[in-house]
């Protein structure tokens, strides 16, 4: 029963396009501790409310920090359901929870309340932590997950570009406090306080506070200008390269193309394949994502159309790749699944719900006869590698 309902909670607990009730409660749990958590702590700096209402902020600050802390508690215990490929070293997904970027996030939103409780935190610098878990919305909000994939997928060339930045900064300072150093020895003092002018120049903020007053000065202050507006367009760039290419992975959807490209359909008539379109959804899962769990309900048969699948089938797992499906097994005998299926690479499915699959097999018997016969082989192929590693 343990297990069960370990695979119920860590299920609730992770974003899915699949609809549950207990997973929409949850979200709207988490989501409303964090954000009364955090506007309790905008609203605390104000005296003339925090003198009237600081007991209730005091009891939403404990009331958030009780439930954000059995959320991690539960993501914890359950991290070996969410890699199967430690469930006999549990430790280790639990370390790779505890270590990962969202791990970390879920830790920092709690642990300044525990800390503080031993090793007292000056209170603004601790209201400072205490807004840390608006990191938190991340996990659930598309938008700002989405910033985080880009920043990811990006991240060498944004470092490259700062890279740059960081030279033209070094470099601009050392040049201007030659050229401004005797006709300005406090304002360009040394190369140190160059740079605050040249940050601000590259920004292209311009507060005036300093500025050149030589030719030469005023002259290599404008190419610095030229620089930095040029300099700040690389990372804008690169970005929205950025957000066109995760968009457009996460906008993945079922056309018409996108059907007969699937071995199974290709043969099919352009109605055929138009009516079958209009069945499939689509679902784009990460890398190490539990698709369908053992003893979970025949839902739906999954197509792959990108990426490379592994059935956990003993003695010896299996892989699927773009053009092959899974799943059908479950909806043609009306059982539970066979087997788990994770994903090993990032991976685009097609999915057919199990009245959608009825109904299709129902109206395209030749169809029908074609998943029969690899689901056969698939059961008889299990069967016979089960019976040989017995036999070893």
Not at 91 to 117: E, K, Q
Not at 273 to 284: F, S
Not at 309 to 337: C, K, M, N, T, W
């Amino acid at each position: 029963m343990a297990p069960n309902w370990r695979s119920r909670i860590t299920e609730a607990l992770e974003e899915s396009e699949s609809r549950s009730w207990m997973r929409a409660v949850i979200k709207f749990l988490i989501l409303s501790a964090m954000a009364a958590s955090v506007a309790s702590v905008a609203l605390e700096t104000v005296p003339s409310i925090n003198d009237f209402y600081a007991p209730l902020f005091r009891l939403v600050e404990i009331g958030a920090v009780a439930l954000l802390t059995l959320e991690y508690g539960l993501r914890w215990w359950g991290a070996p359901e969410r890699d199967p490929a430690s469930t006999t070293e549990p430790w280790r997904a639990r370390l790779r929870y505890a270590l990962s970027a969202f791990g970390f996030i879920d830790l920092t939103a709690i642990l300044p309340f525990y800390v503080n409780l031993f090793f007292p935190i000056d209170r603004e610098w601790l209201r400072v932590l205490r807004l840390l878990r608006l990191l938190k919305f991340a996990r659930y909000v598309s938008g700002l997950a989405l910033f985080v994939a880009v920043v990811r997928s990006e991240a060498r060339a944004l470092v490259a570009a700062l890279l740059v930045v960081v030279v033209i900064l070094v470099m601009a300072s050392g040049i201007m406090f030659v050229l401004e150093q005797d006709a300005q020895p406090t304002v360009f003092a040394s190369i140190p306080h160059a740079m605050w002018w040249t940050i601000v120049t590259i920004a292209t903020v311009g507060y005036g506070d300093i500025a050149p007053v030589t030719p030469l000065g005023k002259a290599f202050g404008g190419i610095v200008m030229l620089l930095g507006i040029a300099m700040f367009a690389v990372p804008a760039g690169i970005l929205a390269a950025g957000f066109a290419v995760e968009v457009r992975k996460r906008n993945f959807v079922v056309t018409w193309q996108t059907v007969a490209k699937v071995p199974l359909f290709s043969g099919l008539d352009a109605g055929r394949i138009g009516e079958i379109a209009g069945m499939l959804k689509r679902h784009v899962v990460p890398a190490h994502h539990v698709i369908v769990r053992r003893g979970g309900p025949g839902d739906a048969m999954f197509f792959i159309m990108a990426g490379e699948v592994e059935v956990d089938v003993q003695p010896h797992p299996i892989r699927l790749g773009r053009g092959q499906y899974f799943g059908e097994i479950a909806l043609l005998q009306d059982s539970v699944r066979t087997a788990t299926v994770t994903s090993l690479s990032e991976c685009q499915l097609l999915a057919l719900e199990v009245a959608d699959f009825r109904r299709l097999l129902e109206a395209h018997p030749d169809l029908k006869a074609a998943i029969m016969e690899v689901a056969e082989r698939r059961l008889s192929g299990t069967r016979a590698l089960s019976e040989a590693g017995r036999d070893e």
